[in-house]
């Protein structure tokens, strides 16, 4: 084999290995503990820069990439697999997937404990929550994923986590504003898991595999996202100023959501195409919610 084909397969298998953590998703986990650290803080620091890191790539590798190694049977069935919403990854692969992931990871997150210090110990334990919760979503003997409304709960603590990892390592008071704001954002987390099941009904079922949709059905999960998205938005009412404006930020995910609330399981897939709405509204809504913080730091 030549040097040119060796790089090229090297390449390839890196491309895998990368498109695995799914780089479009990268921002809902990086972004959270920035935003919370430099709010709280008021400063860019090393510990923002090396968490910040932590949570774009490695985290996410950690995440995803653990997830498609032991979801491999059932992403054969899922016509969506295989691009941006997850790669369709060779057997091959699987092992340095995994070890890619540990491997970044490791180093990084000794450092963000060693720069944290002792002064909020408790930001250790929130940091081993994040951690576990990644896990325990895919690897055998736990599977959380398998178990339905745990699963939403544990994909929505793979968001919520970061940001109160942040707010815990700078030292944040939790007031209820905070809180609910944190509920809120915990319930939208749920929401999204949730309705980002259902397009997954047919060939989840098909592997033998159980989540919140295939227990309640296509149709209820939907409704269920559509009330926790709804709860969320009525949460932030209890924010801060200006806070409350963004309750009306779940107004497009409601739109997206909508026509599928009477979907049936046959055919949930068509709920991809509600899905792919919500990787673009979560675009558009993530910097109207940057301005608004941007707007809260002014005021405070």
């Known amino acids: 084999m030549s040097a040119a084909q060796t790089r090229g397969g090297l390449g390839h298998r890196a491309g895998q290995v ?85 491997v970044t990871a490791a180093p990084l997150v000794a450092v963000m404990l060693w720069l944290g210090g002792t002064d909020e ?29 745990l699963d939403s709960v544990t994909s929505s603590t793979h968001f919520v986590s970061p940001a109160v990892y942040g707010l815990a390592v700078a030292g944040a008071d939790f007031t209820w504003p905070l809180i609910a704001l944190l509920v809120a954002f915990f319930f939208w987390g749920m929401a999204s898991h949730a309705f980002g099941a259902v397009q997954d009904v047919v060939p989840d079922r098909e592997a033998g595999i159980a989540s919140i949709a295939t227990a309640f059905g296509a149709a209820t999960t939907v409704r269920i ?18 806070g409350p404006l963004a309750s009306v930020l779940v107004l497009p995910y409601l739109w997206a959501a909508w026509p599928f609330r009477s979907v049936t399981d046959a055919a949930s897939g068509a709920s991809n195409r509600g899905w792919r709405h919500f990787i673009l509204i979560n675009y558009a809504v993530g910097f109207l919610v940057t301005m608004l913080m941007i707007w809260w730091a002014l005021v405070r």
Do not use: C, Q
């Open 121 to 149: 110990p408790w930001s250790w334990l929130v940091l081993a929550i994040s951690l576990f919760a990644v896990f325990a979503y895919s690897v055998p003997g736990l599977r959380f994923k398998e178990r339905p409304v």
């Open 225 to 242: 996202a559509l009330g926790l998205w709804a709860a969320a938005g009525l949460l932030m009412l209890a924010t801060e100023w200006p």
């Open 18 to 102: 990368l498109l695995s953590s799914r780089p479009i998703s990268w921002i809902n986990t990086a972004f959270p503990f920035a935003a919370a650290y430099v709010l709280t803080t008021g400063r860019v620091d090393a510990l923002l820069v090396v968490g910040t890191l932590f949570f774009l790539v490695p985290y996410n590798l950690l995440m995803y990439g653990v997830n498609d190694v032991f979801d491999y049977e059932s992403d054969l069935r899922n016509p969506r697999k295989g691009g941006a919403e997850g790669a369709l990854l060779d057997p091959s692969l699987h092992r340095t997937v995994v070890w890619a992931g540990i």
